[in-house]
């Protein structure tokens, strides 16, 4: 067996060891809500995919991934209400936790869509990655000076 198989079979037994390992702070989110969500061996392993999916994307694009998968984070825990005692927490659990199991299916069917597509002709960064980093592309025009984009967009003139 290879590791990952070997990680992967640690998490579908109950160790979320080698989820802790991928990414603690999402991990720390999810155990404040998704306990009994996390109990189920085929939730780990959704889980446990995603992180898969995010620790190669950032391995391969670097700073393009990591700036998407950020966002994605900070949606992730928009999903979760905030300031609300033990009792309310309770009431909106189940809709928290189906929420945040239909954004990791939808998440892990994006990210691998694109991970594993063939890119278009001249580019080489996967198109959600480029949403995820606010960079825009524009075609250059016959005569226009040769230039280059800057994160957020902006352009400036190529040296």
Same mark, same amino acid.
């Given at each position: 067996?290879?590791?990952?198989?070997?990680?992967?079979?640690?998490?579908?037994?109950?160790?979320?060891?080698?989820?802790?390992?991928?990414? +603690? !702070?999402?991990?720390?989110? &999810?155990?404040?809500?998704?306990?009994?969500?996390? @109990?189920?061996? *085929?939730? $780990?392993?959704?889980?446990?995919?995603?992180?898969?999916?995010?620790?190669?994307?950032?391995?391969?694009?670097?700073?393009?991934?990591?700036?998407?998968?950020?966002?994605? +984070? !900070?949606?992730?825990?928009? &999903?979760?209400?905030?300031?609300?005692?033990?009792? @309310?927490?309770? *009431?909106? $659990?189940?809709?928290?936790?189906?929420?945040?199991?239909?954004?990791?299916?939808?998440?892990?069917?994006?990210?691998?869509?694109?991970?594993?597509?063939?890119?278009?002709?001249?580019?080489?960064?996967?198109?959600?990655?480029?949403?995820?980093?606010?960079?825009?592309?524009?075609?250059?025009?016959?005569?226009?000076?040769?230039?280059?984009?800057?994160?957020?967009?902006?352009?400036?003139?190529?040296?």
């Amino acid at each position: 067996k290879n590791r990952a198989a070997e990680k992967r079979e640690l998490v579908r037994a109950g160790n979320l060891a080698p989820c802790e390992e991928l990414d +603690l !702070e999402l991990m720390c989110v &999810l155990y404040g809500v998704m306990m009994q969500w996390l @109990e189920v061996s *085929e939730n $780990r392993l959704v889980l446990f995919r995603y992180l898969e999916l995010k620790h190669c994307a950032i391995r391969w694009y670097e700073k393009h991934a990591q700036a998407y998968f950020d966002e994605r +984070l !900070e949606k992730l825990k928009a &999903l979760i209400p905030a300031g609300l005692d033990e009792e @309310e927490r309770a *009431e909106l $659990r189940h809709d928290v936790v189906v929420a945040i199991s239909s954004f990791l299916h939808e998440e892990i069917e994006r990210v691998e869509a694109e991970l594993f597509a063939m890119p278009e002709k001249g580019q080489w960064l996967p198109k959600v990655f480029v949403r995820g980093q606010g960079v825009r592309r524009r075609r250059s025009r016959p005569g226009d000076r040769a230039r280059r984009l800057t994160p957020g967009g902006a352009r400036r003139a190529a040296t």
